[in-house]
């Protein structure tokens, strides 16, 4: 294979409650990067994928991470929005019905969701791929973890940055041949090179920060909505 297609299949926009990334500027430092496409996966929403995509088509892959009741699924080429709060197997069931790929976040991080080994094992048959690197994992062992997971499943892997800040963008990616849909993902998936670094722990509070101030704002904005509701 030629040096190929360059992916980051995880990252986040201010549609995310722990992330301020403004969807242009997002998409800049990923053409600086020379990423060529950038799964854009919001907590539980689309939005601002489908407006990342109006604005760089090519390059953007409409994407969701979605929080179920046993972990979190990572989805790509979504057409309809899947609600949080579901079992994985009705995520899934809603995923395929629109075509999507599916594969599974950080599988084995315990501070971010983890999933426990019954529940991931139920799921197997079901899913396209696993996460086998995610840039903000708190220890690289749980990425390796993953990988041998997916070695002894026999599972594709994919691998992003999960980037909360811009800073992040590119951090994990993912060589692969030209692919333009779910369907070719699939047939390509298992051809992919891995250039992936972790990113520095200081990320993690720098989107801890953020997601704290937008509960702040968001409760000031309720409070002054009561008060004009009911002065």
Known sequence: MSRGLKVDFHCHTRFSPDSLNSIPELLAMASRRGVDRLAITDHNTIRGALIAKSLDPLRVIVGEEIKTTAGELL???????????????????LLKEQGAFISVS?????????????????????????????????????NQRALKFSLQNGIPGTAGSDAHLLTEVGRAIVRLPEFSSAEDLRYVIRQGQFEA?????????????????????DLFLRFGDRRAANP
Not at 82 to 92: K, R, Y
Not at 202 to 210: A, D, F
């Open 75 to 93: 989805a790509f080429f979504v057409q309809e929005e899947v609600p949080q709060g579901l079992s994985p197997m009705e995520t899934i069931r």
């Open 106 to 142: 950080h599988p084995f991080d315990i501070y971010r969701s983890g999933w426990r080994l019954t529940d991931l094992m139920e799921i197997v048959p079901y899913i396209d791929a696993i996460e086998v690197f995610n840039a903000r994992c708190y220890l690289g062992g749980y």
């Open 197 to 217: 670094t972790l990113s520095p722990f200081l990320v993690h509070l720098g989107s801890g920060l953020i997601s704290i101030g937008k509960k702040i704002t």
